[in-house]
């Protein structure tokens, strides 16, 4: 391989790389979610709102994510084993479920409701299927985000769109999921975000 080759498949492996951490479920979901409570709402609930869920599931998922790489529990923030992952769901699911019954209490509108609720459902379903296959939770929430952005308003869609689309070719690029489980956590994601943003 020449210089030239190396140094392209360099740059093209740094740039993989970045787009996975900026599309990382737990960066995508947290920007998405500001967006939509700050777009949908009234000030006053959004600032009631914002730091609930930060409290209650934002932090909590990040100290479980982080935590469990640096005492070992996991190989990395993306909690990449699948054996991994029977561990981790478990531990995931219940931040969910409080998420949730903070937001009743503050009888957050149903858009928002319905969005917690699909997400839980979703992460449940994960759990399931991670018997059979490590499907791609990056794909997922990134293309359950960008439909639920569309509705949002249609540049915030795009722009989430294109990364969604591009953090599909990194997450294949680095070996970290084949096709089909990028496909799978690809339709799950698109199904959540129909069922949450345009469902009558």
Same mark, same amino acid.
């Given at each position: 391989?020449?210089?030239?080759?190396?140094?392209?498949?360099? !740059?093209?492996?740094? +740039?993989?790389?970045?787009?996975?951490?900026?599309?990382?479920?737990?960066?995508?979901?947290?920007?998405?979610?500001?967006?939509?409570?700050?777009?949908?709402?009234?000030?006053?609930?959004?600032?009631?709102?914002?730091?609930?869920?930060?409290?209650?599931?934002?932090?909590?998922?990040?100290?479980?994510? +982080?935590?469990?790489?640096?005492?070992?529990?996991?190989?990395?923030?993306?909690? !990449?084993?699948?054996?991994?992952?029977?561990?981790?769901?478990?531990?995931?699911?219940?931040?969910?479920?409080?998420?949730?019954?903070?937001?009743?209490?503050?009888?957050? !509108?149903?858009?928002?409701?319905?969005?917690?609720?699909?997400?839980?459902?979703?992460?449940?379903?994960?759990?399931?299927?991670?018997?059979?296959?490590?499907?791609?939770?990056?794909?997922?929430?990134? +293309?359950?985000?960008?439909?639920?952005?569309?509705?949002?308003?249609?540049?915030?869609?795009?722009?989430?769109?294109?990364?969604?689309?591009?953090?599909?070719? !990194?997450?294949?690029?680095?070996?970290?999921?084949?096709?089909?489980?990028?496909?799978?956590?690809?339709?799950?994601?698109?199904?959540?975000?129909?069922?949450?943003?345009?469902?009558?």
């Amino acid at each position: 391989m020449s210089d030239f080759s190396k140094s392209l498949v360099k !740059s093209a492996t740094q +740039f993989a790389r970045a787009v996975s951490w900026m599309g990382h479920p737990l960066v995508f979901v947290t920007v998405s979610v500001g967006i939509v409570v700050v777009s949908r709402l009234a000030r006053r609930d959004a600032l009631s709102i914002l730091p609930v869920l930060f409290v209650s599931v934002i932090l909590p998922m990040a100290l479980l994510l +982080f935590g469990g790489v640096r005492s070992g529990r996991w190989s990395d923030a993306d909690v !990449s084993e699948r054996t991994e992952r029977k561990r981790f769901y478990p531990a995931a699911i219940p931040l969910l479920g409080i998420g949730i019954v903070a937001l009743w209490s503050l009888r957050a !509108s149903n858009f928002v409701l319905r969005g917690a609720l699909v997400t839980f459902a979703l992460f449940i379903l994960a759990a399931i299927l991670n018997f059979r296959i490590k499907l791609s939770l990056h794909a997922l929430f990134a +293309f359950y985000c960008s439909v639920i952005l569309f509705r949002i308003h249609p540049l915030f869609g795009g722009v989430a769109c294109a990364l969604a689309i591009t953090l599909f070719w !990194s997450r294949l690029y680095l070996q970290r999921h084949d096709l089909a489980e990028m496909l799978t956590g690809t339709l799950l994601g698109l199904g959540g975000g129909i069922v949450t943003a345009w469902w009558p």
